[in-house]
């Protein structure tokens, strides 16, 4: 049974702060927010990243927090939510197509949603796919605009199974590790999220470079 003090700590849980969120729903969180952030467009400001390597260091018991999370079903929980949610969204933009971008207000979703459509574009379905799972925002928006775009169910599904569980799981498991390996890492927990972050960027920003450097060398060849 609930209690009301429990009920009132899981109302005023800070949506944005990955611990308030572990805090208060734990593994069963993780698979809600990742859910949410792959596969509902509300979700695109859910902080994923920060959620999964938070959970991961806090399976090691070593985090200075009261909250202790079981590894095997936290592994089970965010590739659940993972998978489950980018496929939601790809039947989603399918059914709906683009109306639910179309109609969306929000500038960071807009902007998402044309990095996606780039991605698509450039680098064709398998890689598009398994690199938006590392950026935020895109890979909320790249799974219904996969639908909307037609992009064939089998292939979409086989990419974005592959990239969620590396995403997830990885991410899960570098926490975990962290956590594991070096003393009192909750000390230096903001700045290693920031770092992970950052990392995650990394390669779609290789991606962006390679292009360049090819668009740049066929422009030589068509004025040479």
């Not at 680098?123 to 992009?151: C, D, E, H, S, W």
Request: net charge positive; hydrophobic share 55%.
């Amino acid at each position: 049974m609930t209690t009301p003090i429990h009920l009132s700590s899981q109302l005023a849980v800070n949506v944005l702060d990955a611990r308030s969120l572990l805090a208060a729903f734990g593994v069963l969180g993780v698979a809600v927010v990742l859910f949410a952030e792959t596969g509902l467009l509300v979700g695109f400001f859910l902080p994923g990243d920060s959620l999964l390597f938070t959970a991961g260091l806090l399976c090691t018991g070593t985090a200075g927090s009261p909250v202790r999370l079981s590894l095997g079903p936290l592994l089970a929980a965010a590739a659940v939510g993972a998978l489950a949610g980018a496929q939601c969204g790809y039947l989603l933009g399918r059914r709906a197509g683009g109306a639910l971008l179309a109609r969306s207000s929000s500038v960071r979703l807009r902007e998402g949603a044309h990095r996606a459509e780039e991605l698509l574009a450039k680098y064709g379905y398998a890689k598009a796919i398994v690199l938006a799972r590392f950026v935020p925002v895109v890979r909320t928006v790249l799974n219904p605009m996969a639908g909307a775009l037609q992009v064939p169910a089998r292939t979409f599904t086989v990419w974005q199974a592959a990239g969620g569980l590396v995403w997830s799981l990885g991410l899960t498991l570098a926490g975990y590790a962290l956590g594991s390996s070096v003393p009192d890492v909750d000390r230096y927990l903001l700045p290693i999220v920031a770092v992970i972050v950052a990392v995650s960027l990394i390669p779609p920003a290789v991606e962006v470079s390679r292009s360049r450097r090819a668009a740049k060398a066929k422009a030589k060849e068509a004025r040479g």
